[in-house]
C-alpha cells in the first residue's frame, strides 16, 4: 500500500454539481458501450476470419458437388456457385456491419475524450476516469 503525503491528499472541496453527475454518469454509458463494441468487433473478426477459410476451401471445391452452407443456425446443401454468392453476399454484410461498429466506436472514443477533458479540468486528480 502506497503512502501518501498530506499535501498530497485529495481536496476534497470541489463541489460535484448535478450537471458533473451527469457527465460522470454519460462518460459510464459510453464506456460500457465502448466495451460492447469491443466485444462484437471482436466477434466479428473471427466471423471474417472463418468466412475466409470458407472461401479457401470452396475454391479447392469440385463445381459438380453440392456443398453444405450455413445459414444462421441451420446447414444447407446447394451447388457451389450459389454457395460462393452467398459467400460474396456475407462477406459484404459482415464488412459493412464492421464498419458501422468501428465508425460507432470510434464516436464513442471521441464523447469520451471530450468528456474526460472536462472532468480532469474540474477535478483533477479527485476523479480517475482510466479502466
Known sequence: M????QDQENDDSTEV???DQQKINLFSKLNT???GF???????KQEKEALDDLSTELEL???TESVLYRIGETYLHM?????LERLEQDQADLDARFSKLLQSSQQ???EMKQLKVTLYAKFGSAINLDE
Open 108 to 110: 464513442c472514443e471521441t
Open 79 to 83: 451447388p457451389l456457385h450459389r454457395a
Open 61 to 63: 471445391a469440385d463445381d
Open 17 to 19: 454539481t448535478w450537471e
Open 33 to 35: 458501450r465502448m466495451k
Open 38 to 44: 469491443e466485444a462484437k468487433m471482436e466477434a466479428a
Open 2 to 5: 502506497r503512502m501518501v503525503e
